[in-house]
């Protein structure tokens, strides 16, 4: 698999992973400790950061209380058809808003 192919089934499979633990009205940093993992590793793994290990795999599967091939139902179509793309994509102004009110005019003494 190319490199941005697999970075496409990550980020594929980290949002399926976010929609299903919202699904169960679950934290992120909640179903983080359930999962035995830190919730910064959980935010890199919905983003699609992180490459998952096949036991951290196991460990959403069974924290959510599904299957793997339920846990996986849908990836490859989304990776192929890029679906979700709205939901992927970054939000620009949020950068310049910051920087606007980081940046205060100081008067001259």
């Not at 934290?27 to 359930?34: C, I, L, P, R």
């Not at 959980?42 to 959510?64: H, Q, W």
């Not at 996986?72 to 009110?101: H, I, L, W």
């Amino acid at each position: 698999m190319a490199d941005a192919s697999a970075e496409r089934v990550l980020k594929v499979l980290g949002l399926r992973i976010r929609d299903l633990r919202r699904a169960q009205g679950l934290s992120q940093e909640g179903f983080a400790d359930k999962c035995g993992v830190h919730r910064t590793f959980m935010g890199t793994v919905e983003r699609g950061e992180s490459n998952l290990s096949f036991s951290n795999i196991l460990k959403v599967a069974s924290t959510l209380g599904i299957s793997l091939s339920t846990l996986f139902e849908g990836v490859d179509q989304n990776m192929v058809s890029g679906g979700r793309r709205n939901a992927m994509k970054e939000d620009s102004s949020a950068p310049t808003a910051m920087k606007r009110s980081t940046q205060r005019r100081r008067k001259p003494l």
